[in-house]
């Protein structure tokens, strides 16, 4: 979910020439770029990795800014961090929310 967060939240950019600071509190998502854990995926030909769509998806919007991460400790009081994770338990707890993507990849 918060790897989906980060690739919204950039595909709703309207501006390509930014630099980037992504604040959060996923360290798969921050340490898959810090670490080198996507780009060892990448020339690997994504085998044996969880989520290669969103990954593959994310690594396009990677190459075309300058971007930053910056890790935050969950539930101490953030408010930015704090309404994102209501955002997020709601829109999982909505019966009507439906990942269509994931749903015709893997039909029942």
Same mark, same amino acid.
């Given at each position: 979910?918060?790897l ?9 950019? /309207?501006?390509?020439?930014? #630099? ?7 360290? !798969? ?7 080198? +854990? ?8 994504f085998? /044996?990795?969880k989520?290669? #769509?969103?990954?593959?998806d994310?690594?396009?919007? !990677? ?7 910056n +890790?935050?400790?969950?539930h ?12 997020a ?20």
């Amino acid at each position: 979910m918060e790897l989906l967060a980060v690739i919204d939240a950039l595909k709703s950019l /309207k501006r390509r020439d930014l #630099d980037i600071l992504i604040h959060s509190d996923s360290s !798969y998502v921050i340490n898959a770029v810090v670490q080198g +854990w996507l780009f060892d995926w990448e020339r690997k030909g994504f085998k /044996k990795t969880k989520n290669t #769509d969103l990954w593959k998806d994310f690594l396009k919007l !990677y190459k075309t800014y300058k971007i930053e991460f910056n +890790w935050v400790k969950a539930h101490v009081g953030i408010a930015e961090n704090e309404r994102c994770d209501q955002l997020a338990k709601e829109a999982a707890e909505c019966p009507t929310e439906r990942d269509l993507i994931y749903e015709s990849k893997n039909p029942n």
